[in-house]
């Protein structure tokens, strides 16, 4: 989409700490990070959020393997033996403020459960 923030990070319109890229996926530092480590992973394939893949051609293999992306993003991040958590945040009780289906990777400190 071309006036979604995450789509012009995707195609390197506007700058980013980028962690790791591939054709489908790109992982970047979140703008204000919340814990030590605080990556967005997200598609290169815009869908607003998780609840609009249902039911797109697809979508199953896509989040599939954005799921395992963050995954090898978190070892590269050294955060295997510590730890770390993956959050999608899906329409306004969540919270979400950007319009483009990304994964939280927060990790580097103890984390609270249940989330505020
Ligand atoms: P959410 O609230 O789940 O929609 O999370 C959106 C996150 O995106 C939030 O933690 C801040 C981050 N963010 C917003 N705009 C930018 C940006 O331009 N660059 C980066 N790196 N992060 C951003």
Redesign the pocket.
Known sequence: MSDC?FCK?ARGE?P?KVVRKSPDAVA?????PQAPVHV?VIPTKHFAAVRDAAGVADSEAALGKLLVFAAEVATELGLDQGGYRIVT?TGPDA????HHL?L?LLGGRRLGWPPG
Not at 28 to 32: A, I, M, Q, R, V
Not at 95 to 98: D, F, L, M
């Open positions: 923030i990070i506007i980013a970047f530092h979140d703008l204000t967005l945040n919270g979400q403020s950007v990304h939280h």
